[in-house]
């Protein structure tokens, strides 16, 4: 029985992992030069959630439904909710693996709670709402957790943006420590055929740390006492990965894998308060102060487009026959993205220099049968070096670094990192680039079982 090992770290950069960083990451480096390598291109947009379920369907946003952390119920303008697994409109290949009669044992996936039922073991991820949660699958399992640590087990760290430097990082050990130790315990005590697990706490890390260790970073502290704080994390990971193969059947195939990676944020441009500059958003009332934007301040009766995101800027068109109170003519339709897009081109940093902003539209670039939740247009500015921020309106300029939820030091930039380790493996080295959607092919591949015509990616044979 061949068994597969998958391990993700959440935001893993291949500049870093793959360059200055690898001398110091010997567990890394073993892997690479014991097998091939790439760089990692993800999703359109390069999200946590977006992504990861790319990666495990083998599908695209457009095809599995997801193109963020909220979603729109029945085309409302106020009916909002926040993803969970039932919003994944596709198999994962764990689910593949089990109807095929393969053991999975999937260990703290994001978007992954409520559990579905298949054949094996899981215990759920980021998102899952806490720990009183029906979290493990079988439900016993949350017994063995709970006797494996002397305290409550963490999932995640809530509002992770509102702790100080020092808090943060303490609690990103502490979890990453309780997440490791799980994973070893899983491995060593139940039977699988496939391990998927997934350290999502580094997506925190690199977001909280980036500035101290980026000296273009217009942030950047030279001084700091956390310069370091983002390798050395990455060494830790390095370490109990080290710890985790060490478990390992010898010719256990090896991936390891990240969801995007991860760039400098300079600052973040207030789209909402654009649109409404520009004509293209109308409130009922203008509010006095900087205020939270909520869609029942929206006048839906003279609105031909608004945006969400935080990274990426996602803009709906207010259609109409789509939207409950559409304005906007079909006919008209393609010329005001065109026109909003021309706007929004000429755009300059906050310190006035050219972006390279990037752009996507519904029609192009988000073709499939589960495309409803899919923006009109999707903008990239500076090619994510640069945020968006909806949250709030009546800013005191075009620029916020802080959306409803806190500030950031980095962003998400779209290539990310593969290794893998295969004894069958002809190739090896520097493979160049691949894409997300190969992960689920080249996965059930590895454990011999047919690949569904739907997905589009291809067999890493490596």
Known sequence: MKKVFVLGIDGA????????????????????????????NSTIPPLTAVAWTSMTTGTSPAN?????????????YTDWGVITSKNIMEKTFWEIASENNKMSLVCLVPISWPIKPFNGIMVSGFLTPNIESDYTLPLELKEEIKNLFDEPFIIDIYDHRKLSKRQLLEQCYKMTEMHFKLMKYL???????????????????????????????????????FKDALKNYYKFIDKNLGELINLLEEDTSIIIVSDHGMTRMHNRFNLS????????????EMPITKSQLK????????????AIGAYECQIFINLKGREPQGIVNEADYDNLIIEIQEKLS??????SSILNTKFFTKKEHFIGKRNHNAPDLMVYFDNLRYGCNNSFVH?????NIETLKGSDDAGHSRQGI???????????????????????????NLMGLKIPEYMNGKIISG
């Open 295 to 306: 869609p029942d301040m929206i006048d839906w009766t003279k609105t031909k487009a608004w």
């Open 346 to 351: 000429k755009i300059k940093g906050d310190d």
């Open 395 to 399: 800013n005191e300029t075009i620029w």
């Open 187 to 225: 491995i060593k005590d139940k039977e699988w055929e496939l391990f998927f697990g997934i350290m999502a706490v580094s997506d925190w890390v690199n977001h909280g740390f980036f500035k101290y260790m980026d000296k273009s970073h217009r942030n950047y502290e030279p001084n700091s006492e």
């Open 273 to 284: 308060d654009w649109l409404l500059s520009e004509g293209y958003l109308v409130l009922k």
């Open 64 to 76: 599995h439904g997801i193109f963020e952390y909220i979603f729109r119920k029945n085309n409302s």
């Open 13 to 40: 950069m291949p500049e870093k992992v793959f360059g200055e960083w690898l001398n110091e990451l010997p567990n890394i480096k073993r892997l690479i030069s014991d097998g091939c390598y790439a760089k990692l």
């Open 418 to 444: 593969f290794i893998m380790k295969n004894k069958d493996s002809i190739a090896k080295g520097n493979l160049g680039e691949i894409d997300i959607l190969d992960i689920a092919p080249t996965v059930l």
